[in-house]
């Protein structure tokens, strides 16, 4: 692995880990209101994502399809999304942001559940950074290194707050400063992983990779809609979530046609 991708896949981590480092300084408890913007920030970013730097790539890949250049973008899209689904039944969790408690019942701590949570919402993120890399490297790629290194920096980005929301709450569970941390921090350590076993499949599936570009943007997609989104406008105050959205849209659209 050259250092180029290691610090690809590395970047969304820093990003988790130096938001639950904000248990150690912040107060015991976020503001709402602050909560919600960040919750739509990141909605935004990983909508911008989905659709500049993965479905569109996914496309561009197969245009020798000619007419159906779409098939494995919505073939891929659709099951990244049942993939998202199936993980959200099947697991138990907490949202952190609402308390609402899905997936089987099951005698884990609630600490484990509200890290559950965000593990399975970072599962799709990692899957995209690999896949994107993993395009750079093909021969006659659209993808480029500033564009892969784009969506990484992007999700890093809205990898910051997501880390302090996961690590705040487990401080107020009654967790330690540093457990909350610890805590916060592993839930992001699924990313790199995620990007790594994407990458190593893509050597052995060059075929597929157009599918797995639209796969990690359906798994996206199901996480913004499921999850981020109604964080962002819950209890009627929809406005400074739509804020959110609207610039962490505008950040990674940005990022990737500036750098792509």
Same mark, same amino acid.
């Given at each position: 692995m050259n250092l180029n991708i290691f610090l690809g896949i590395m970047l969304p981590f820093v990003g988790t880990t130096l938001g639950a480092a904000c248990?150690?300084?912040?107060?015991?408890?976020? /503001?709402? /209101?602050?909560q919600r913007v960040l919750s739509g920030f990141a909605a935004g970013v990983m909508t911008a994502a989905g659709v500049w730097s993965l479905l569109i790539p996914s496309i561009n890949m197969s245009e020798s399809?000619?007419?159906?250049?779409?098939?494995? %973008?919505?073939?891929?899209?659709?099951?990244?999304i049942?993939?998202?689904?199936?993980?959200?039944?099947?697991?138990?969790?907490?949202?952190?942001? /609402?308390?609402?408690?899905?997936g089987p019942k099951s005698n884990l701590k609630k600490t484990t559940k509200l890290v559950l949570a965000v593990?399975?919402? /970072?599962?799709?993120?990692?899957?995209?950074?690999? %896949?994107?890399?993993?395009?750079?490297?093909?021969?006659?790629?659209?993808?480029?290194?500033?564009?892969?290194?784009?969506?990484?920096?992007?999700?890093?980005?809205?990898?910051f707050p997501e880390g302090a929301i996961i690590s705040m709450p487990l401080k107020g569970n009654g967790e330690g400063k540093k457990k909350s941390f610890l805590y916060g921090m592993i839930s992001g350590a699924v990313e790199p992983v995620g990007a790594l076993v994407t990458i190593?499949?893509?050597?052995?599936?060059?075929? %597929?990779?157009?599918?797995?570009?639209?796969?990690?943007?359906? %798994?996206?997609?199901?996480?913004?809609?499921?999850?981020?989104i109604p964080d962002a406008v819950s209890e009627n105050?929809?406005?400074?979530?739509?804020?959110?959205?609207?610039?962490?849209?505008?950040?990674m659209m940005v990022l990737d046609v500036a750098l792509g």
């Amino acid at each position: 692995m050259n250092l180029n991708i290691f610090l690809g896949i590395m970047l969304p981590f820093v990003g988790t880990t130096l938001g639950a480092a904000c248990v150690f300084f912040m107060k015991e408890k976020m /503001n709402d /209101n602050v909560q919600r913007v960040l919750s739509g920030f990141a909605a935004g970013v990983m909508t911008a994502a989905g659709v500049w730097s993965l479905l569109i790539p996914s496309i561009n890949m197969s245009e020798s399809m000619g007419k159906l250049a779409f098939v494995p %973008a919505a073939v891929g899209f659709a099951i990244g999304i049942v993939f998202l689904l199936l993980l959200d039944i099947l697991v138990p969790h907490i949202h952190a942001e /609402n308390g609402q408690e899905e997936g089987p019942k099951s005698n884990l701590k609630k600490t484990t559940k509200l890290v559950l949570a965000v593990t399975l919402h /970072n599962i799709p993120e990692g899957m995209a950074v690999g %896949a994107v890399f993993a395009g750079m490297l093909q021969e006659n790629s659209t993808i480029t290194l500033l564009g892969a290194f784009a969506l990484s920096i992007g999700i890093a980005i809205q990898n910051f707050p997501e880390g302090a929301i996961i690590s705040m709450p487990l401080k107020g569970n009654g967790e330690g400063k540093k457990k909350s941390f610890l805590y916060g921090m592993i839930s992001g350590a699924v990313e790199p992983v995620g990007a790594l076993v994407t990458i190593l499949l893509s050597a052995y599936m060059i075929p %597929a990779l157009p599918y797995l570009l639209a796969f990690a943007a359906g %798994a996206m997609i199901y996480v913004v809609v499921e999850e981020l989104i109604p964080d962002a406008v819950s209890e009627n105050k929809s406005n400074i979530g739509t804020i959110g959205f609207a610039l962490g849209f505008l950040v990674m659209m940005v990022l990737d046609v500036a750098l792509g």
